[in-house]
């Protein structure tokens, strides 16, 4: 039987949003190696990207009201889809209250080969970067980009376009990482002024 296509889900109170299984990287630690959904859906593989209109009518289907955040996180980086996501967050912003998150790789200039942050400026609240190493070299043998050492530079500066496009602006690391080098990740992070978040690994 053919499983549901699953633009949005659901874990507890916040609502998700999953508009491409395409990502620039191969991370180690990615949840998407260890089954095929997460939340309420039984699988966040698409059979076809979302249009905006398909992705805003999903919205249909549920009372907004009942979550405290939305988030574009799904089974890929969301900024590949960076038009659709900008348009869903039109939406969000003109008939929600809700909070919203984008959790991204931070690599979304070199997918477009152009200055993305100041796209989110008056739309998301929060955006979450996942840096997950201290140095470019670790990055790319624990993420495997497609676009090699450059995107330790590039997620960077993302991250400090962020600061003046956005509310808050977080650097996580997954805790697959020896403890020293979580503490370099937050060094960064204070260096850039931005938040930090160390992430629980699960399955």
């Known amino acids: 039987m053919k499983k549901a296509q699953h633009i949005l889900y659901t874990i507890g109170k916040t609502l998700y949003i999953n508009l491409t299984n395409r990502c620039p990287c191969r991370c180690d630690f990615c949840v998407r190696t260890h089954g095929d959904g997460v939340g309420d859906a039984d699988s966040l593989w ?7 209109e398909e992705a805003v009518a999903a919205f249909d289907k549920y ?19 960076l038009e659709v996501l900008l348009g869903v967050c039109r939406f969000l912003r003109e008939h929600t209250e809700l909070p919203i998150r984008i959790n991204t790789n931070g690599l979304a200039d070199l997918i477009h080969q152009k200055p993305t942050a100041h796209l989110l400026k008056g739309l998301a609240d929060t955006v979450s970067i996942s840096l997950n190493a201290p140095t470019a070299q670790e990055y790319v043998e624990l993420c495997h980009p497609t676009f090699g050492e450059a995107s330790f530079e ?37 260096e850039l002024d931005v938040d930090f978040r160390l992430r629980e690994y699960w399955t």
């Open 154 to 190: 590039a997620i960077l500066k993302f991250a400090g376009d962020c600061r003046h496009a956005v509310p808050e602006v977080i650097l996580s690391v997954v805790d697959v990482i020896p403890p020293e080098r979580v503490d370099l990740c937050r060094e960064i992070a204070e």
């Open 63 to 81: 009372d907004l009201s009942r979550f405290d955040e939305a988030v574009f996180c799904g089974y890929g980086e969301p900024m590949e889809r």
């Open 46 to 52: 698409l059979d076809h990207e979302p249009s905006l």
